[in-house]
């Protein structure tokens, strides 16, 4: 990129604070300023220009979309058309026609692609040499620099589509062909806006006579080759020759257990370059998204020598001449666990002026828990505790709740369904000629929960916690607008096996929770006599289902090789866990503990139709 392109881009991103709108007012500089100066066709006449050599639909395709990057949504389209109009309007638009077509490496690249894109060859995989020799192509088609990031994403783009054929016959790659190119191109976008080029000169400075490199996060994780996506030209750290010590600032978003996987890496690197490494981590909640802190210091040998506090601010200073061996921390998971949700209400809450809570109870595993985890992010005089009971509630369960609230010193209230209950059910039947169904009575009591909540919330300016876990969620075993509602989800990534374990931790600590809080059968109390297990597998086999499926990645198959669980229950749970995105997509923000949090780490459109054909 020249001088001109980055003045442009600090003048665009001056206009807006909307990162979409600076994305698409640059690209459209770069690609219609630029290409106009070859004497090619501006921004506006882009349509015009596909629909005089393309299909129509692929004019149309275009035109529906934000225009921000007219190179991928050429290249997105050459694995379908592979024609030699396209070979020969993309040499024609950089004036870089070939003088024998067929020859060109990126018509025969495009060419054979399309063939596998359709599912006429799909067992034919690209030589490898013909890709580079293409990719060099497009880097060379410019006038103006294509940083190494830019060929990085068009090479994505070809090994995405690539794959996609291996895993899915050619009929159901076509069936949602048009979402996998549109989040393919979102995710390129975004990419190549983070990173328009790669920086390849050290960062260094000098203190009190010694040398300091400074590295970002990601950079360890490339040195060591161990995340394949990133493909750096380089590794980061190879510019540092003869630095005194190496400093590495990060915002690594927590995962249970990620602590060693650090300590791992930067040990690696440590012994490899013989300088120590401070490894500074940012701490906080972002959202769902929370940041352990935790920042430690690795000796040259690759040992570990001492660490900040976790999930609090902290700061200690080191002797860069005495950085003696230290010992590993050692702390349960569920310890950990629970300082990072405690950290995450906190955040979430303070960061936006809000000072408490309100929690809906039931006498269950997962309002007793939140209640708990509530109080030691807020303090007791901030959480308020409400019971809800309906006909169906028992007086064990509110026994429980009471008791609980008594030893954790919250305010609880009551306030029975009864009588607006009733009200509501006369209403429904009054515009019907039949009973109501048992769901939808199930559901009303719910959502009139629900709707009590939020008004409280209304009067006292205090935020509604959702209580769900993660084994509800992924079988969508939840009332919309009803138990779903609330500001935060702070059990959310928790399978309920992980709920019962938290619990069991803290109880372990201190004697808090009613001790039948854990051996009675899960409810939701919508109806007489009703247990979860009415309408699902017991939680230790759905969460191991689940654990392996989302979290480890495994396949059906793999599934029931591993586990013996019945074929009809594994499919059954996954087929489910498919058909429930669209509660998922309307739940609160979830605080993220594991590798792959609803919302967060896994993204799937509502409108899915390929499950159908696998279960």
Known sequence: MTEADINAFDTFTDRSTDQAIDRERFFKYLLGDKIADQGMPTQTNYTDLW?????????????????????????????????????????????????????????????????????????????????????????????????????????????????????????????????????????????????????????????????????????????????????YSHHPFDHYKDVDAMINISASPYVKNKFLTRFDLLQKVAKKYKAPIFYSCQVGGQDGVLFDGGSFVVNQRGEFVDHLQFFKEDEKVFDLNNLIKGDLPQFPIFEEIENAIIMGLRDFFYKQGFKGCLVGLSGGIDSSLTLYLCVKAFGAQSVYGFMIPSLFTSDMNIEDSTKLAKKLNVEIKSAPLGKVLTELEEMVKAQTSYQLKD?????????????????????????????????????????????????????????????????????????????????????????????????????????????????????????????????????????????????????????????????LGRKMPIVQKFYKSNF
């Open 51 to 231: 629909a005089s050599n393309f299909n129509p639909m692929f004019a149309q395709n275009y035109a529906n979309s934000d225009r921000s990057n007219l190179y991928d949504v050429a290249f997105n389209n050459a694995s379908v058309s592979g024609s030699k109009k396209y070979s020969d309007m993309f040499f024609d638009m950089f004036n870089k026609k070939p003088t024998n077509l067929t020859a060109d490496p990126g018509y025969t690249y495009a060419n054979t692609l399309a063939n596998t894109s359709t599912g006429i060859a799909s067992s034919t995989k690209v030589d490898p040499t013909v890709k580079e020799v293409y990719i060099n192509n497009l880097k060379s088609s410019f006038e103006y620099d294509v940083s190494d990031q830019m060929a990085r994403l068009l090479e994505r783009q070809i090994n995405a589509s690539y794959e996609t054929n291996k895993v899915f016959s050619s009929e159901d790659l076509a069936k949602f062909q048009t979402l996998f190119e549109k989040n393919a191109t979102t995710q390129q976008q975004d990419l190549l806006f983070k990173a328009i080029s790669e920086g390849k000169d050290p960062l260094v400075f000098e203190h009190m006579g010694k040398k300091f490199g400074i590295s970002i996060c990601e950079d360890i994780w490339a040195s060591q080759n161990l995340v394949k996506e990133t493909h």
């Open 439 to 599: 769901l939808t009575h199930q559901n009303m009591q719910a959502r009139l929960r629900g709707l009590f909540l939020m008004a409280m919330s209304n009067q006292t300016d205090h935020l509604v916690i959702t209580t769900g876990n993660k084994s509800e969620l992924a079988m969508g075993y939840a009332t919309l607008y009803g138990d779903m509602c609330g500001a935060i989800a702070p059990l959310g990534d928790l399978l309920k096996t992980e709920v019962y374990g938290l619990a069991k931790h803290i109880q372990s600590k201190e004697e808090i929770f009613p001790k039948r809080i854990f051996i009675k059968a899960p409810s939701a109390e919508l109806a007489f006599n009703q247990k979860d297990e009415d309408n699902l597998p017991p939680y230790p086999v759905l969460d191991q289902i689940l654990s392996l499926f989302l979290e480890q990645g495994y396949s059906i198959e793999k599934i029931i090789e591993m586990t013996k669980i019945q074929r009809e229950v594994v499919t059954w749970v996954i087929h489910k866990l498919f058909q429930m995105e669209f509660k998922r997509q309307q739940y609160a923000p979830v605080l993220k503990v594991s590798s792959k949090t609803f919302n």
